[in-house]
C-alpha cells in the first residue's frame, strides 16, 4: 500500500519536472527549436529509437488517457471524397466521416432508405462524384452555434446541409444557374444565408455557347441561399444570385460586426483567358496570371436584398437573379484591385479588416472597411471595368501590405493580435501582427514575426473559432496537400498531412505538435468550434423518429409486433427491432410484387443501433435508437435472399436475421 | 550555445528519467494499475485538467514527432463501410482508406475509370453495399509476405482482392453458389486457397425453395478460391467448393505447420432452426441457441483438391462442387463438437491447437491436431451427424479447457506463451498460458492469468502478426463494437473504440495504452503485420502504367503532346497530365457522341497525384504518378462543362482546367 502510493506520487512529480523542462526549453529554445518543431537532438532521439510501449504509456498518460474528450472539433472537408470530416482536437482523431455527397454504407446513406437527401435527389444510384471544399457553421451574431454546417461541391456547384444534432446531411441542392462553385460554403453572421460563389466562367443557366463568346456571354455568379433555421433547411424561393463578369472568383468570406452586410470575393483571370493550348493559345495556367492586379469583389448583400424586394431580377432556371448592370448601377457590387492571383479573403475578428493572401505575391493585402466605405462615400473609383462594375483606388482601399513568404493563400486569427497565414511554396505558416485591431500583439502593427515549417504544401489553415468574431487561439491545424515522406508508404496514392500547431504563446513560439495522415480525400477547409457548443442527440428524441425531418412519424406498431399488409401488388411491412430479432423473420412475396419496408428501432441505450442488409438487394440501412426508415424496391429476383443486423448490437448480434423469399 | 546545448540535456534526461519513473510504476503497480490501464491518480489528474499545448508538447516529442514513421500497419475491415482500412501502429492513425466493394470518388473508384473491378462488374454505377468481415494477408510459408490483401463482403457472399503494391483492389468476385459468406477470407499458409465460408443456410445456385424443406434443400458452403499471385487473381475455373450442411458456418481458420492441409470452421445452428416468430416459432436467437454442443468443421482440403482432380464434383451454375456425400466419405469433412454457439476458432503458432471461443459457455476449448489425426486414424467417431458427417468423440479431440470469462469470442497469440481472447459479454481480454506449445509462458500451462477492461464490447482482437507461425508479440489492438461514453458526442450514430493494449511483458502486467474513435464503418477483424514487409510503389514504374493489369500500356503521346482523334460518332482524347495543364484544354464533342478519354500522369515526382471531375457528368479519377486512365461516356448532355484537376497538385492547380464542350 505504502508502496503503491510512493509510486503513484513519483509518476505524477516526474511529469511535472518532465513539464517543466520543456517550458525551459520553449522559453530559451529560440529559433532552432521553432522551425523545426522540436530540438534536433532530441528528435533524432525520438526518431530513430524503436517505440516502445513504454515510451507510448508514457506519453499517453499525459496526452490521451482512455476516457477524455476532445475540447474541439475540426468540421474539415473531406475535398474530393464528397463528405464532411469531423475531427476531435488536439487528438486529431477521426470521430466521424459524415455522408454528404458520396454514398456510405455504414450509414445507411445512398443504399436504398427513403428519408435522405441522396436518395430523394438521384433515386437511380447514379450520384455523381463531388469535390467538397469549405464547411461553414451556423453562426449566431457571428460566433459558431453548434447547429448546422454547410459544405460546398465544386465539381457540380451543389450546396449541402448538415444537422449538427444527429450529423446527418439533410438537403443537398444543385444551383439552378451555374454548375461549378468554389467559394461555397460562408455563412452571414446570423446564418441568414449560405454564400455559394462560382469559379469558373459558363454560360448562365447550362446552355451551350462558343467559347469565342466569352466576354460577352460566359459568367459568373454569387448566390445568396435563405436559410430557415427552424426547417433545417435551404429555400430556394426566398433565395437569390448576382451576376458577376466571367474573372474567376475564388474564395469568399462573408463581413460582420464593422463589415457585417458585406461579402468579399477575391477573383483571378481578370485577363478573361479562355485557353486552349492545343490552338496554340497560352495554357489557362499562363493566361490568367498575367495581371499585376485582379480585383476583390466588394458585394454589399443588404443593398441586394433591396433590388430583390423591389423587383429588380430576372429569372434564369425559375431562380431569381440581379442583373450585373443593375448590381454596378445601384451599389451591389464594387471592385477593389488585389494583387496578383490572389487565393483567400479573410475578414478579422472585428470585421474591420480584409485580408487577400497574394498567391504570386509574397505579401498579404490588408484593406479596411472604413476606408472601403469613405472611398465609396466619396466615388473615389479608378474607373470602371469592361463590365461597368466601379473599381476603388488600390490606395483608398488598402491600410497594409505585410511580406509574409512565397505563395500566401489563407488566413486565420487569434485572441492575441495575431494573424495565421498558409505559404503554399515556402510549406509554412506565417505569423504576423494584426493592428488598428481588437486583439494587439506585443510586437507592433503590421509585422511579419515569424514561420514554421510545415510538411508538406500547405493549403487552408484553421485555428480554433479563427474564423469567428471570438477566435480562441491555442491552437491551428495545417492542411497540408503532400505528405511525401512523413508515413509508413501506403502506395502511390498518400494521405493528407494536418498538422498540430501550437500557437498559444506569443512571439516566435510556434511550435509544431502533431502530424495526422488522413487517408480518406483531401481535406480542403475546415473549421474548429469549442465542442462545448454541440447539442448533439445522444440517441433520438423518440420512438419512430423521422430524421430527415426530425420529426416523429407514426410507426404503426400495434403491441411492438411487426406487421405485414398486403394491398394488391403492394406488400408492407412494419419491423420493429429489438435485441436480438427482426419482426417478421420471414417475409414471403412474389417476384414483380412492390415491397415497402418500415424499419423501428425500439431501444434507448446509447449506440444501440441496428443496421440492414438484405443479400441480392441493392439495401443498406444504419437504423439509430429511435429511428424509422423505409425502403421501397420492386422483388425482382426471385431466391431466398438473407438478410440481418449489420451492426454488432448484443452477443446474439449473428441470430439478428431472416430472410426475404422471392417466390416464382 | 552554452545554454542552448545544456537545455537539451536537460530535457533528454528529463525523459529519461520519466521512462524510469514509468518502469517502475510498471513493475510494482499490480493490479489496481492493471484494471485501468493506469494509475487512478494519474489518471484522475490527466482527465481533470485541461489538455495545455505544454501537455500536448512534452507528450508527443517521445510519442509520435513529425516524420516518425509507424512499425506495424494494421488491416482492419471496414464492416459495413464496404473498405478496407491501413492504420498505422502504434500511432493508431488512418493511413488509408481502401475503396473495396463501395465507390470512393478520392480515389477514383468507382465514377467511371474503366481500369477497376467495380466499374467492370456494375458499369450501371448500382453497387450493392458491402459488409465486409475478415481481411486476409497473403503469406507465405505462414507468414505475411506483404504482398495482398483479401476481404469478404457476408452481405452478398463477395471476395476481393487488393494488391499491396498500389492498395488498390484489383478483383472482386461473386460466389456463383452461395449469396452470403462469413468466414471471408483466411489464406491456406503459401496462398495456394482464399477461403470463403457461408453464414446463412439458403439453397445452392440461388433457387427459390420454401423454408419448410430448410434440411433436406438448404445448405452451406465452403469455397477454395484458387489465386494465382502472378496474376494477382483468384481463377474461378480452378476453384471448387463444398457442400456443408445447413448448420450455420461462421468463422474459419487455415490450419499451418502440424495441421497444414486443414481449414477448420466453427459452427451454430446445429438445431436446424428457421425462425419465423411471427409464426409463433422460437425466434433464431432462441432456436439457435438449444444444443449444448455445435460441431467444428474439420476440412482436409488436399483430399479436396484429389477428389476435384478425379472428377467427383458436380457443377452449379457451372461452378465446382464436391458433394457432402462424397466429403462426408471420403475422409474431406469431420465434425468435432464444440461447446455452445461459439464464435471463432483460431490456429496457435505452431499449428497443433484449435482454440474455439464458447459465446454462451464461459470457456475457450482446445483442441489437438495429432490428437485429432489419430482419432481419425482410429475411426474414434462418436457417429454421424443427420447427413452422414463422421463426428469425433469430443475427449478424443479436446486437449484443454480454460475458463476465460462471459462471451469469449477470438484469439489471437504472442511470442511469449500465450493466448488473448476477447470477451465479449465482459468487454475483456482475458490473457492466459498456452501448453505444449512452441512458446512458454512462466505460469505453466493452460492457465487463465489476467484480464484486462475495454470500452466497450469487444469483437475481434489482433495482435503484431498474431495468427502466423512467428507472432511478434508486444501490442494488440481490441476492436471494441460500443464506445458509449469514450469520445466527444458526434450524434446517435457512434463511431468504434480501437484500443491499443500492451502486452510486452510477462504476467498481469496489460496495459491500455490508446482509444482510437473510428467514425468510419464499423471495423471487424484486422490483422497486423510488420510494416518492412511491403514493397509499396511510391509512383508506377512506367509512364503509362495501367493499375488494373499492372502493366504498362502505350499512353499514344507523340512527343508528349495531347491528341483529338474522331472516328465516326466516337471521340478519342490522349490526355498527358503535367503541372498544371490539361492538353488539350478545350474538348469539342458533339451531343450523342461517344467519347473514350485516355489520361496519363506523366510526373516522376511522389505524390503529384493528378485527379479529374467533369461538371454534370458522373467522372472522377484520381492519376497517380505513371498512370493511364480511360473513362467511356456518352457526351447526352448539352452545355459548357469545366473540367479540373481535383488534387491540390501546385501553386497553379486552380488553373488546370479545361472545357467540355456539348455541342447540340
Chains 1, 2 share one sequence.
Not at 485577363?271 to 496554340?280: I, S
Amino acid at each position: 500500500m505504502l508502496k503503491s502510493n510512493w509510486i503513484r506520487y513519483t509518476i505524477v512529480a516526474g511529469i511535472l519536472l518532465l513539464f517543466a523542462v520543456m517550458l525551459m526549453l520553449m522559453r530559451g529554445g529560440g529559433k532552432n527549436a521553432m522551425v523545426s518543431g522540436l530540438p534536433n537532438e532530441a528528435m533524432e532521439i525520438a526518431r530513430s529509437r524503436e517505440l516502445s510501449p513504454d515510451d507510448v504509456y508514457a506519453a499517453l498518460a499525459t496526452y490521451m488517457p482512455t476516457g477524455r474528450p476532445d475540447e474541439y472539433l475540426m468540421f474539415a472537408s473531406g475535398g474530393h471524397s464528397g463528405q464532411l470530416l469531423v475531427i476531435g482536437v488536439p487528438s486529431m482523431r477521426l470521430l466521424k466521416t459524415v455522408a454528404v455527397f458520396t454514398p456510405e454504407p455504414w450509414q445507411g446513406y445512398g443504399y436504398g432508405v427513403m428519408e435522405n437527401p441522396l436518395q430523394e435527389k438521384y433515386p437511380d444510384s447514379a450520384y455523381p462524384p463531388a469535390d467538397t471544399h469549405h464547411p461553414a457553421l451556423s453562426e449566431t451574431n457571428g460566433e459558431y452555434d453548434g447547429e448546422f454546417a454547410f459544405i460546398g461541391d465544386k465539381t457540380n456547384g451543389r450546396v449541402a446541409v448538415v444537422d449538427l444534432r444527429d450529423f446527418e446531411t439533410k438537403q443537398i441542392l444543385s444551383n439552378p444557374v451555374i454548375n461549378n462553385n468554389h467559394g461555397a460554403a460562408f455563412v452571414t453572421p446570423n446564418t441568414e444565408y449560405v454564400v455559394e460563389v462560382s469559379q469558373y466562367g459558363v454560360p448562365l443557366g447550362n446552355k451551350y455557347v462558343p467559347i469565342e463568346k466569352y466576354k460577352e456571354e460566359y459568367r459568373g455568379l454569387v448566390t445568396f441561399w435563405k436559410f430557415d433555421r427552424k426547417k433545417g433547411r435551404l429555400i430556394p424561393d426566398q433565395s437569390f444570385s448576382i451576376e458577376l463578369p466571367p474573372y474567376w472568383q475564388d474564395l469568399a468570406d462573408c463581413g460582420k460586426l464593422a463589415s457585417d452586410g458585406w461579402v468579399f470575393i477575391n477573383s483571378f483571370n481578370t485577363e478573361l483567358a479562355t485557353g486552349g493550348m492545343e490552338k496554340g493559345n497560352p495554357p489557362f495556367e499562363a493566361g490568367t496570371a498575367e495581371n499585376d492586379m485582379d480585383y476583390m469583389h466588394l458585394i454589399n448583400w443588404k443593398k441586394a436584398e433591396e433590388l430583390i424586394s423591389s423587383g429588380k431580377f430576372q429569372k434564369i432556371n425559375n431562380f431569381r437573379v440581379i442583373s450585373l448592370k443593375d448590381a454596378s448601377e445601384s451599389g451591389v457590387l464594387y471592385f477593389a484591385p488585389e494583387p496578383k492571383s490572389p487565393h483567400g479573403v479573410d475578414i478579422c475578428p472585428c470585421g474591420e479588416h480584409i485580408v487577400v493572401g497574394g498567391k504570386l505575391d509574397p505579401h498579404v493585402t490588408i484593406f479596411g472597411m472604413s476606408k472601403i466605405k469613405q472611398a465609396i462615400e466619396a466615388k473615389d473609383f479608378e474607373g470602371k471595368d469592361v463590365y461597368g462594375v466601379p473599381i476603388l483606388k488600390f490606395d483608398a482601399a488598402k491600410v497594409a501590405q505585410v511580406e509574409v513568404g512565397l505563395g500566401p493563400l489563407h488566413t486565420q486569427f487569434d485572441d492575441q493580435g495575431y494573424a495565421y497565414t498558409s505559404l503554399f511554396l515556402d510549406s509554412a505558416v506565417a505569423r504576423w501582427s494584426m493592428g488598428d485591431c481588437k486583439f494587439k500583439a506585443p510586437e507592433g502593427d503590421w509585422k511579419m514575426i515569424s514561420k514554421i515549417q510545415t510538411h508538406y504544401n500547405i493549403g487552408h489553415l484553421a485555428a480554433v473559432e479563427g474564423d469567428t468574431v471570438k477566435p480562441s487561439g491555442k491552437m491551428l491545424v495545417a492542411l497540408n496537400k503532400w505528405s511525401m515522406d512523413r508515413f509508413t508508404n501506403v502506395g502511390p496514392l498518400l494521405p493528407q498531412n494536418l498538422q498540430l500547431i501550437d500557437i498559444n504563446n506569443t512571439g516566435e513560439s510556434m511550435r509544431l505538435l502533431y502530424d495526422m495522415p488522413l487517408g480518406v480525400g483531401e481535406p480542403h477547409y475546415a473549421q474548429i468550434m469549442k465542442a462545448e457548443r454541440l447539442k448533439a442527440f445522444e440517441v433520438y428524441p423518440e420512438i419512430g423518429w423521422n430524421a430527415h425531418t426530425q420529426t416523429q412519424v407514426d410507426p404503426k406498431f400495434a403491441g411492438g409486433k411487426g406487421t405485414v399488409v398486403v394491398k394488391g401488388n403492394t406488400v408492407e411491412i412494419y419491423t420493429p427491432l429489438i435485441r436480438s430479432h427482426f419482426d417478421p423473420e420471414h417475409i414471403e412475396v412474389k417476384k414483380g410484387q412492390k415491397v415497402i419496408w418500415k424499419l423501428t428501432n425500439l431501444e434507448r441505450t446509447r449506440d444501440t443501433t441496428h443496421g440492414l442488409t438484405v443479400a441480392g438487394y441493392r439495401i443498406g440501412a444504419s437504423i439509430e435508437p429511435g429511428e424509422t426508415v423505409t425502403f421501397e424496391f420492386v422483388a425482382d429476383k426471385e431466391g431466398v435472399y438473407p438478410f440481418y443486423c449489420s451492426e454488432f448490437c448484443s452477443a446474439l448480434h449473428l441470430e439478428m436475421m431472416g430472410y426475404l423469399f422471392v417466390k416464382p
